[in-house]
């Protein structure tokens, strides 16, 4: 699949929004018939521009409410050790996103535990897995945005 044009990016809209949509509302939404929606949606599936559908769940109601970043400086830099703690987060369910970053911290684990108790255990597991050098958390206490949603308006644009 080539660029993607303008109802392409109507029909990726509407699925951040909600990927539910029976295929008859979804070509109502961008203009389309509902098999040729149907075409465009299984073409940006087929080259991975949709990489999956999910539902997206309120962690308070599954008593997952506490979101946490945790900060890490690594004290070895070689690929072993990025291998070993690579597997060991992507094992740990609570930890929902690892990212190796720039500037004065080596990574950022993004996790979502029930309360201080559970987040200390998820330390408690990640340490056991992986030695690091400094770690260091910040608790969410309010979340102003948070969004799945990708902007979309210059997508496919040069």
């Not at 990025?82 to 996103?97: C, H, S, V, W, Y």
């Not at 200390?120 to 030695?131: G, K, N, S």
Request: charged letters at 30%; glycine letters at 6%.
């Amino acid at each position: 699949m080539g660029e993607i044009d303008d109802i392409d990016r109507k029909l990726l809209t509407e699925l951040q929004r909600n990927a539910g949509l029976p295929l008859e509302e979804l070509g109502n939404r961008v203009g389309l018939s509902r098999n040729a929606c149907w075409r465009r949606v299984r073409a940006m599936e087929a080259s991975g521009i949709i990489r999956a559908r999910v539902a997206l769940l309120d962690p308070a109601r599954i008593n997952l409410g506490l979101e946490v970043f945790i900060q890490i400086k690594a004290t070895v830099h070689d690929a072993q050790w990025l291998d070993k703690f690579a597997r060991a987060t992507r094992a740990i369910p609570e930890i929902t996103g690892t990212y190796r970053m720039t500037g004065d911290l080596d990574y950022l684990i993004r996790a979502r535990v029930a309360d201080m108790a559970d987040y200390d255990r998820l330390y408690q597991t990640l340490i056991a897995r992986v030695p690091m050098g400094d770690v260091s958390a910040s608790f969410v206490m309010e979340e102003i945005k948070d969004t799945t949603e990708l902007p979309l308006h210059r997508a496919g644009q040069p």
